[in-house]
Nanobody, 123 residues
Framework: QVQLVESGGGSVQAGGSLRLSCQYS????????LGWFRQAPGKEREGVAA???????SYVESVKGRFTISNDNAKNTLYLQMNSLKPEDSDMYYC?????????????????WGQGTQVTVSS
């Protein structure tokens, strides 16, 4: 059973930075994806960034050049470094994991989710 626990959310002013962490366990697939998603109340969950077991990464266009996803296999921890934050980045952020055969930010691929961590960016 895959378990994921996010941390690192908080409040920051526009232009600031945050680093989200996701401690995971039980990930035994040979080929897997780990992803960061965000969702505002009443809106669909949006894929932000993902990384696969080969280290290939994918980002949604709106965060390219500002966010960096990384995975520390030794620590079983997924990270999302968020720089140059904007008010529109404010959301609940979730990490997710599942078997995959190519990096993807499609939420429907992922069956294992954390509880989320809130990010609030003020102008």
């Amino acid at each position: 059973q895959v378990q994921l626990v996010e941390s690192g959310g908080g409040s920051v002013q526009a232009g600031g930075s945050l680093r989200l962490s996701c401690q995971y366990s039980g990930l035994t697939y040979r080929s897997y994806c780990l992803g960061w998603f965000r969702q505002a109340p009443g809106k669909e969950r949006e894929g932000v960034a993902a990384i696969d077991s080969d280290g290939d990464a994918s980002y949604v266009e709106s965060v390219k050049g500002r966010f960096t996803i990384s995975n520390d296999n030794a620590k079983n921890t997924l990270y999302l470094q968020m720089n140059s934050l904007k008010p529109e980045d404010s959301d609940m952020y979730y990490c997710a994991a599942d078997r995959c055969y190519g990096v993807t930010t499609l939420a429907g691929i992922y069956g294992n989710w954390g509880q989320g961590t809130q990010v609030t960016v003020s102008s």
